[in-house]
Nanobody, 123 residues
Framework: QVRLTESGGGSVQAGGSLRLSCAVSGYIASRYYCLGWIRQRPGQEREGIAAIYTGGGSTYYPDSNEGRFAISQDNAKDTVYLQMDSLKPEDTATYYC???????????????WGQGTQVTVSS
């Protein structure tokens, strides 16, 4: 059974930082995979914000990335992280991690999703 478990969300003031974690278990489709972070802001559609291919560490971000978010991996722990710095109130959202063995980019055709973790940024 594939399981993606996010953690690290919470409430923070504007300008603060958070590091989200996504632990992967049970994924046997491929030794290496693409894992992404997707967020859904209130009243808006989901948007991909970062992805990483665990086979070589290549990372993918949308053009809108301002350099405040960085995705990284720890293959030994089957865990992917999203470091979020200089957070803004508009970053308030539910953040999901998702996985695929297909083409890797931040808007990939994700096969499995985590349950999401809430990030709230206050001004």
């Amino acid at each position: 059974q594939v399981r993606l478990t996010e953690s690290g969300g919470g409430s923070v003031q504007a300008g603060g930082s958070l590091r989200l974690s996504c632990a992967v278990s049970g994924y046997i489709a491929s030794r290496y995979y693409c894992l992404g972070w997707i967020r859904q802001r209130p009243g808006q559609e989901r948007e991909g914000i970062a992805a990483i291919y665990t086979g070589g560490g290549s990372t993918y971000y949308p053009d809108s990335n301002e350099g405040r978010f960085a995705i990284s991996q720890d293959n030994a722990k089957d865990t992917v992280y999203l470091q979020m710095d200089s957070l803004k109130p508009e970053d308030t959202a539910t953040y999901y991690c998702a996985i695929t063995s297909g083409l890797c980019w931040y808007e990939a055709n994700w096969e499995y999703w985590g349950q999401g973790t809430q990030v709230t940024v206050s001004s």
